[in-house]
């Protein structure tokens, strides 16, 4: 059974440019959620995904950014015109459908450079 | 409102020394807490999970972690360390009775083990 996978694992962008970053759920798996992690500092919340549905995007920046995760394909999160600030590791999450408290599983992260 | 506050951000044991990692979080409601660790260039991986009943939780690796709640605390504990310790360990939050499951994170400790 095939672990949560992100791709691609290094993106390098100019400013102003866009990113997409997308996650595969394990099998099974129907919640995802994206954390971003700035250089010398802990997962942040970004968003939390069902299919076809965003139930939680508390985390997410107002501008520029957007998630998806539609009913055939994997979840992507979309950065428009991106700044240097956005240099970051991206993680996505997955876990089983059911109550909180169910372990999320996380992939290996794609890791965007702004330059 | 939660939040996690992980004590020292570097720490550096000797092989075979006993490991304390230390943790103490905040929540408005009855928390659930966890160890996740991180290698190098990877994703991470749960050690342990506390939701509810006894207080003394046990995880991969011969890692164990106690839930104190007059303390607040959810320090990370392994008797004897291994040079494949060293790694990145985040304490993790999240609020067991709202549905919320949006995980917090500390900022992470970074454990050393010398040989």
């Known amino acids: 059974n095939a672990g949560v996978m992100q791709n691609p694992r290094h993106l390098v962008r100019r400013r102003g440019q866009e990113a997409r970053l997308r996650c595969s759920p394990m099998?099974?798996?129907?919640?995802v959620y994206w954390y971003r992690q700035l250089p010398e500092e802990g997962l942040k919340f970004m968003v939390y995904?069902?299919?076809?549905?965003?139930?939680?995007e508390s985390g997410m920046p107002k501008e520029r950014f957007s998630a998806e995760f539609p009913k055939e394909g994997p979840s992507i999160l979309r950065i428009q015109q991106v700044v240097r600030g956005d240099s970051a590791a991206y993680f996505c999450?997955?876990?089983?459908?059911?109550?909180?408290?169910?372990?999320?599983?996380f992939g290996p992260g794609t890791r965007l450079t702004v330059t | 409102a939660q939040s996690v506050t992980q004590l020292d951000s570097h720490v550096s044991v000797s092989e075979g020394a006993l490991v304390l990692l230390r943790c103490n979080y905040s929540?408005?409601?009855?928390?659930?807490l966890f160890w996740y660790v991180q290698y190098p260039n990877q994703g991470l991986q749960l050690l342990l999970k506390?939701?509810?009943?006894?207080?003394l939780v046990k995880g991969i690796n011969g890692f164990e972690a106690e839930f104190k709640k007059s303390e607040t605390s959810f320090h990370l504990t392994k008797p004897s360390a291994h040079m494949s310790d060293a790694a990145e360990y985040f304490c993790?939050?999240?609020?067991?009775?709202?549905?919320?499951?949006?995980?917090?994170f500390g900022s992470g400790t970074r454990l050393q083990v010398q040989p």
């Open positions: 999450a997955s876990s089983r459908p059911g109550v909180s408290g169910d372990e999320q599983y």
């Open positions: 099998k099974g798996h129907s919640h």
């Open positions: 995904l069902q299919k076809e549905n965003i139930i939680d």
């Open positions: 929540s408005s409601v009855p928390p659930y």
């Open positions: 506390y939701l509810s009943g006894s207080t």
């Open positions: 993790v939050v999240s609020e067991s009775d709202t549905g919320r499951r949006a995980l917090t």
